[in-house]
């Protein structure tokens, strides 16, 4: 690809991602993405055969991301509750529309074609649920944690974060370090008084 084309190929990514955020991906058709990019449907499908390897070019470039974002966080010689807060302060400081992209993977994920989702899943598995997994197992390991199933841990802090992946919820501004410490602090030690 030429340095224009790859140029055209990013453009149509932060377009169609921001279309997807608003619209899901049922309710969003290539027209739409091709008009708000302002080029031909020709030259949208000469970049992506059809909208859900759009979808999936998108979701598996922020899943990279996320995956070298926790592979640093996990390199950092601290404890497993520091990981899972800075993991935590990671995600809650992206912008809004960013942090959205988290939630669509999972929530759109049912429109996707069997063989997409199982492969999907899997690369959303290694390179996600499963590093978190890591390192809640590391902390049972350690005897930091309590012995909790790792993956219900990981879903339970995902979903004490989930409400915060919806630009409607949160404006469009990363969250205050102020609130990202409290929804660690109430994960990590809950919310009922100590002795």
């Known amino acids: 690809m030429t340095t224009s084309e790859v ?7 932060v377009a169609a ?13 290539m027209r739409q993405i091709s008009e708000a990019v302002g080029v031909s449907k020709a030259a949208l499908y000469y970049h992506f055969k059809d909208k859900e390897e759009l979808f999936l070019a998108i979701l598996s470039g922020y899943l990279n991301e996320i995956e070298v974002a926790i592979d640093e966080i996990t390199a950092k010689p601290v404890s497993s509750s520091e990981h899972i807060r800075l993991f935590a302060e990671y995600i809650l400081k992206q912008p809004a529309e960013q942090r959205a992209v988290t939630r669509l993977g999972s929530q759109e994920m049912s429109q996707l074609s069997a063989s997409s989702r199982k492969t999907f899943g899997k690369t959303y598995h290694d390179k996600f649920i499963g590093k978190l997994i890591a390192i809640f197992k590391a902390g049972i390991a350690s005897g930091e944690f309590q012995a909790f199933d790792a993956e219900v841990s990981t879903w339970a802090l995902l979903g004490m974060m989930y409400p915060y992946f919806y630009p409607a919820h949160t404006g ?8 990202i410490n409290e ?7 809950g919310v009922k008084k100590r002795g």
Do not use: C, M, T
């Not at 140029?7 to 990514?13: A, C, P």
């Open 7 to 13: 140029g055209l190929r990013e453009q149509i990514l």
């Open 17 to 29: 991602k921001s279309l997807f955020i608003q619209q899901g991906y049922h309710g969003l058709a």
């Open 172 to 179: 469009d501004s990363p969250l205050a370090p102020k609130a």
């Open 183 to 189: 929804i660690v602090n109430i994960y990590l030690n």
